[in-house]
């Protein structure tokens, strides 16, 4: 079915999925069917004793030795039709034509940091502690931006659950992940990839190539592209150079399934999907005294963020951000947002990782903070972060050799 952009619905074709308002909010189906599920089901299939197969892998790639995993950042579960014509492998691998394809959920916030350490470690969010894009640090003035994350604080005090490439190492599977060499230092990936050896790869055909190349002594890989996410924020869905993104993640992965050796899977993924937001749907909190009123520290991004407020303010922001924001977004305490599922459990050491008050966007509202975060962020195009089915909702696609 072809996707209706002015109804805001869509489903891939040939998915069986029922259809979907893009803007419904999506639970994450921890333990079931997400993104934490994807790395143990992985291990299982290959052997690792301890590992949980929620996602039932094992049946349909009983005989599979090696494993090749790809995450394709921002090519949600309902971009996919709008990738149909540039993207006939990922199609075919969605409709069931080649493999199988079904629909999965991300973790909450779903966005990149929070998502490449969800599936890096296979846990919830809540667990590893990775629960936003920019977090504030408890008892400190500094709020930790994931993506830029290079010294402080320590990765393995800030992310303390193993990864399932620690895992993979230790059961003798050798790991590899494959990814921009720019990236290989810093704390984010320390937190999702730590235990793999560090393959280079930045753009379509030498991620392939570097993923082809260690399946010969790895038993598995796991392959990372951002252009689809990038082309979103930069030009939005579906424009001339999204579709020429989408089309280098095919190229991709078509030729991982060309290249599989003998015994080998392949699993296409995403961190999160994307929504256009029209540029009257876009409230720059920083520009509004009710909104910056009692608040500290402003943490988050632009769908979901986070208010840590001045002692004794917080009751008062939250009704005042409730009064003012209306049907906008959904505005909650920190325990109302944990009590929700959102992150999964959620230990204390990591409680204060998360505002006083949650603001969660909805409809196609962003919460823009011009004085906090860089003036780029206020002319990207498309966003994701939020519960809508257009961001939590991601393809789990598998096919086998």
Known sequence: MAPDRCTGR???????????????????????????????????VLGVD?????LGLAAELAGVRRIA????????????????APAPTLGDMAAGRLGRGRAITSGFPSTTPVSLVTLGTGTAPGRHGVVGFNLHRPGTDRVLNHLRWTDEPDPAAWQPVPTAFTRAEAAGLAPVVVTNPAFGGSGLSASAYRGARLGAGVEADAVAAAMLAALHDSRLVYGYLPDVDRAGHDFGLATPQWQRAAADADRLVARLLDGLPPDSALIVTADHGQLDVPADRRIDLDL?????????????EARVRYLHTRPGAEDDVRQTWRTVLADRALVVSREEAVATGWFGPVPESHLQRIGDVVAVCRDRWVLLASAHEPPRLGNMIAFHGSDTAAEMEIPLLVARR
Do not use: C, I, N
Request: glycine letters at 12%.
């Open 10 to 44: 869509a489903a891939a074709a040939g998915s069986g999925v029922r259809v979907t308002s893009l803007l419904e909010p999506v639970e994450p189906r921890y333990g079931r069917e997400s993104l934490a599920d994807v790395m143990p089901s992985v291990l299982h």
């Open 288 to 300: 509004d005294p009710r909104l910056t009123e009692g608040v500290a520290f402003v943490a988050g």
């Open 50 to 54: 301890g590992e949980a197969d929620a």
């Open 69 to 84: 995993v790809v995450l394709l950042d921002g090519l949600g579960w309902h971009q996919l039709p709008l990738a149909a």
